[in-house]
């Protein structure tokens, strides 16, 4: 019913920028929130930053200042900004979201959580 669809991720050298976006389709009513998790190999998949419907963001420390994450609630599309990336890095982010859909048929909604496929961010030193 949902689809989450990345683009952007890609082979940048230290210190350079890339720009992934995440798009959501289907039947949604409302996207509650958006963003973006990390999972370098051996390792759990960590938050790397969230923005809410109301413009609300948290980012994980290793990041702060670095990456900035935004939304286009009419696109139900979220981007995220990568700048001076470092080596620890490269991971595959994953897309995440919280969305509300709408079954016609019955008139019902649900709230559930959606994930991307993952795109591969690979940072070189």
């Known amino acids: 019913q949902v689809q989450l669809v990345e683009s952007g991720g890609g082979l940048v050298q230290a210190g350079g920028s890339l720009r992934l976006s995440c798009a959501a389709s289907?039947?949604?009513?409302?996207?509650?929130?958006m963003g973006w998790y990390s999972q370098a190999p051996g390792e759990q998949r960590e938050l790397v930053a969230i923005?809410?419907?109301?413009?609300?963001?948290n980012y994980a420390d290793s990041v702060k200042g670095r990456f900035t994450i935004a939304g286009d609630n009419a696109k139900n599309t979220v981007y995220l900004q990568m700048n001076s990336l470092k080596p620890e890095d490269t991971a595959v982010y994953y897309c995440y979201a919280v969305i509300t859909t709408r079954t016609y048929a019955t008139s019902t909604y649900a709230t559930s959580t959606y994930w991307g496929q993952g795109t591969q961010v690979t940072v070189s030193s």
């Open positions: 923005i809410t419907i109301g413009g609300s963001t």
């Open positions: 289907g039947s949604i009513h409302s996207v509650n929130a």
